[in-house]
Structure formats: C-alpha cells, structure tokens
C-alpha cells in the first residue's frame, strides 16, 4: 500500500485546510486510517484516525473540536479537515493505515506511511 498525502500549504491563524490520503494499491477499506503530524525538533504525534467503515473517530485532545477525520472509501480516500488553526498546528501530517480493526495511537502500529505534507499557520 502507498499512501500520498496531499492539501498543506500556509493559511493564517484562524483558517482552514483539507488534507487528503489517498492510498493506492490493496484497497484500504478494512484499515485504520490515521493522521499524525511531527514538528521540528519533536516527536511524531498522533492527531486522528477513523475506522474501517467510519463510525468510530478518534482525536487527539489538541485538536477536538477543531479537526475532523472523514472517509469515503469508495473513492479510497481519507481526509482530515482543519478548522480554527492555530500556530501551534504546523507540522508535517502524515497520513498511515493499520491493517487491524483496532484503535491505536501509537506511531510503531501503523504499517503504512504517505510521505507527508507541511502544513505552517501563521500568526
């Protein structure tokens, strides 16, 4: 499976941006898709996942409220919309999937990465 991130760019405190993951390959319907992001200088973090059909999201509590994970898995993508973004938001997002039904926040459960896309939020 490879995943491609793609939707970053620079938006101003306040605004917003859709990111997309688009995996290609095995088809990613029966995966965890989650999002995680990494700072300079900081460690890998989690932000969100979905599970396979939908129904159960989880956030990280930094961005509850503000981010929303949604799939289509008809269109074999998963996205993650960003509202409200704060400076402290900038980072590069990876989207990754797990081949399990079970939640998990922890970076070393995912089995697949996308390459990322930098998102940076001015202030």
């Known amino acids: 499976v490879q995943l491609q991130a793609s939707g970053g760019g620079l938006v101003q405190a306040g605004g917003s941006l859709r990111l997309s993951c688009a995996p290609s390959?095995?088809?990613?319907?029966?995966?965890?898709m989650g999002w995680f992001r990494q700072a300079p200088e900081k460690e890998r973090e989690f932000v969100s996942a979905?599970?396979?059909?939908?129904?159960?999201?989880y956030y990280a509590d930094s961005v509850k409220g503000r981010f929303t994970i949604s799939r289509d898995n008809a269109k074999n993508t998963v996205y993650l919309q960003m509202n409200s973004l704060k400076p402290e938001d900038s980072a590069v997002y990876y989207c990754?999937?797990?081949?399990?039904?079970?939640?998990?926040?922890?970076?070393?459960?995912?089995?697949?990465w996308g390459q990322g896309t930098e998102v940076t939020v001015s202030s």
């Open positions: 990754a999937s797990r081949s399990s039904y079970v939640f998990s926040k922890s970076a070393i459960q995912y089995n697949y």
């Open positions: 979905i599970s396979w059909s939908g129904d159960s999201t």
């Open positions: 390959g095995r088809a990613f319907s029966r995966y965890i």
